[in-house]
């Protein structure tokens, strides 16, 4: 099976996590547009989504499933999005997509974080992929300094040899060698520092189930 066919099956599973009549919170990714293309299917059932990222609302409005501002909807039943990685306790990194400020939000306004992925997104410890941590680009150079004194290595995310704006108008950082063994109070220890937005470790708002797709299925892991 395919990593685009795994992608479709978990992307489709997702669905029965899925309540006609509520509105939806959805991520962002090349998975996530799995399941929004499966939950265009029963589009009529739902009131619509709310969106992580401007690149999800275009997709969404595409297949004609309605967008709702977040602070038009106080609390959504489920959000479902991907990962860039998921350890055993649900404690996720994500940012891969640059969306990690808005799929936050959305993730804190509902009961339930449903993460769809592949199975090489699990892991046991987190920090193997690159950390996206979104900051104010005036505070660049100190939070870089600031996690090399921690033993990481930190580079401005690039676009078409620019940096990458993301949606909400600041950059990103990518952060390699670090080993986060304690993603609770690594997340909450960042997040003070001055000019960063967001961290992408989701410890606080970590999953509380992950979809991942084998080859032998989709298996359910419940934290
Ligand atoms: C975007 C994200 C994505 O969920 C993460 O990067 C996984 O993406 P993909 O499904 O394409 O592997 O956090 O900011």
């Known amino acids: 099976m395919t990593q685009d066919e795994l992608k479709t099956q978990v992307g489709q599973a997702a669905l029965a996590y899925v309540q006609p009549g509520t509105v939806v919170g959805v991520g962002t990714g090349s998975t996530v547009n799995k399941f929004i293309e499966a939950l265009a299917t029963m589009k009529d059932q739902i009131k619509g989504a709310v969106s992580s990222s401007e690149a999800s609302t275009a997709r969404l409005k595409a297949l004609g499933i309605a967008v ?29 997509g ?10 804190a306004q509902s009961a339930q974080f449903v993460c769809i992925a592949d199975a090489s997104k699990l892991v046991t410890t987190l920090g193997t992929f690159p950390l996206p941590v979104e900051v104010i680009p005036m505070a660049s150079q100190r939070i870089q300094a600031q ?17 990458l704006v993301t949606d909400n108008g600041q950059i990103i950082l990518d ?27 989701f410890a606080h708002q970590k999953a509380t189930t992950c979809l991942l797709a084998t080859t032998e299925g989709v298996q359910t892991l419940s934290f």
């Not at 640059?98 to 993730?107: C, F, G, H, M, W």
């Open 147 to 163: 996690f090399e004194a921690m033993g990481g290595t930190a580079r401005v995310r690039q676009q078409g040899g620019v940096p």
């Open 98 to 107: 640059a969306a990690l400020t808005r799929e936050k939000i959305v993730a």
């Open 175 to 201: 952060v390699t060698g670090l080993q986060i063994s304690d993603p609770l109070a690594f997340e909450s220890a960042v997040n003070q520092w001055p000019g960063v937005v967001t961290v992408g470790v």
């Open 68 to 96: 709702f501002d977040s602070n038009t909807v106080a609390r959504l039943d489920v959000y479902i999005d991907g990962a860039d990685e998921i350890d055993h306790a649900g404690y996720m990194v994500k940012g891969g």
